[in-house]
């Protein structure tokens, strides 16, 4: 495995978060001064290919990665904030609904986070035409 590519694992796998490649890109230049942000997109697409990250993309915001251990996804979608989920594997459920064999599925379950829907509840209260 290339040197970029290995670091660029560690950082996805190490990172406890999701990161986009900009910040991924920023971490690997501390190591490799040099690298460019090609360089960076070329190698996650690369692991992804081979199944060792996951690209997480929300309509709006940037694409994130992740390791690819099985779990799903909490989007809030004011934010786009990510917080993995883990739910029991559906794959035969799917399978069997669908009426097709199912080799893998990517859930997304879309919410507003508390932060967003603690800023959106208080104004929404004043206007409420039976606090008045």
């Known amino acids: 495995m290339a040197r970029y590519m290995k670091s660029i694992l560690e950082i ?3 990172a406890g978060k999701h990161m986009t490649a900009e910040q991924i890109f920023f971490l690997l230049r501390e190591k490799y001064p040099s690298v460019v942000i090609a360089t960076v997109y070329n190698n996650l697409n690369a692991l992804t290919a081979k199944g060792l990250i996951r690209k997480i993309s929300v309509e709006g915001f940037p694409d994130r990665y992740d390791t690819s251990a099985r779990h799903d ?3 809030c979608m004011n ?4 917080t993995d989920l883990t739910l029991p594997d559906m794959t035969g459920w799917l399978s069997e609904k669908a009426g097709i064999p199912v080799s893998a599925y990517d859930l997304k379950l879309y919410h507003l986070c508390d932060a967003c829907r603690s800023r959106q509840e208080t104004p929404q209260k004043a206007q409420d035409p039976q606090h008045l």
Request: charged share 10%.
């Open 79 to 82: 934010c786009g904030r990510l």
């Open 73 to 75: 996804h909490l989007v």
């Open 12 to 14: 996805v796998c190490s």
